[in-house]
């Protein structure tokens, strides 16, 4: 489901493969190559849909500010604030709870990062850039008021990109949350079972990439699109 009234608000080039139920926008779209649906006909000039995350809490910032130790090539990290930043090389932990990022969030290259039940929030207009070569397995709580929720971009940032990417053995299971950024899903993956939901100001994806609907048993809620209203005689 896309609100953009572009009229490429959906967009498919190059050698794009889409396969999704059905299509909605509220603008229109270009599909250079054909899209597999199972609608009658995708559907264009839509209303909008509302944010599924409207009623997302923000995280509070806590003190004192915790940090991650560079020189290290193995360590565990636990939730709470990173004043500075997350650069991350080596075999990573992130223990579940949720993490404030005030800096950039930089997964580099050969790194492997792990961790269940966690939620990543990126304050202000800081970024995720995660290397192709890196083995990143993440997963949302399944419970609580981040429940479902992985990534979770700052709605008083600016315009700017995180970018997604990993290894075919990477998962990242939930919610990427980015009501004011372009999310740039690269990586060939997704999240446990197809589990993964993006919601941002726009998106860019490559690679193969499978996104289920229902998700419930994992702490996701189902993201309903817009209704389509008509007038029949």
């Known amino acids: 489901m896309s609100d953009s009234i572009a009229s490429d608000a959906i967009k498919t080039q190059g050698s794009a493969v889409l396969k999704a139920d059905c299509l909605i926008t509220v603008g229109g779209m270009v599909l250079n190559n054909p899209a597999t649906t199972v609608c009658k006909s995708n559907i264009t000039r839509a209303l909008p849909a509302a944010d599924p995350f409207s009623g997302l809490a923000t995280p509070t910032a806590g003190n004192p500010c915790k940090n991650v130790n560079g020189n290290k090539t193995s360590q565990t ?27 950039g969030m930089k997964v580099n ?35 609580g008021a981040y429940s479902g ?5 700052d709605r008083t940032g600016t315009a700017a990109q995180s970018t997604f990417n990993g290894t075919a053995d990477s998962l990242l299971t939930g919610a990427i949350y980015f009501p004011r950024q372009q999310v740039n899903y690269l990586g060939n993956f997704s999240g446990n079972g197809g589990c993964t939901q993006v919601v941002a100001d726009t998106i860019q994806w490559s690679g193969s990439t499978t996104i289920k609907q229902d998700c419930t048993s994992l702490g996701m809620e189902d993201i309903p699109a817009t209704q389509s209203v008509q007038l029949v005689e």
Do not use: D, E, H, R
Not at 90 to 97: A, E, F, K, R, W
Not at 128 to 142: H, I
Not at 149 to 153: A, D, E, K, S
């Open 77 to 103: 990290l636990q939730p709470g604030t990173y004043c500075s930043g997350m650069s991350l090389s080596g075999n990573v932990t992130l223990q579940p709870g949720v993490y404030v990022v005030q800096g």
């Open 109 to 143: 290259a050969n790194a492997v990062v792990a961790g269940s039940g966690v939620t990543i929030f990126m304050a202000g207009s800081n970024t995720v850039s995660m290397n192709g070569n890196a083995k990143v397995t993440l997963s949302a709580p399944t419970s």
């Open 149 to 153: 929720v992985l990534f979770y971009g």
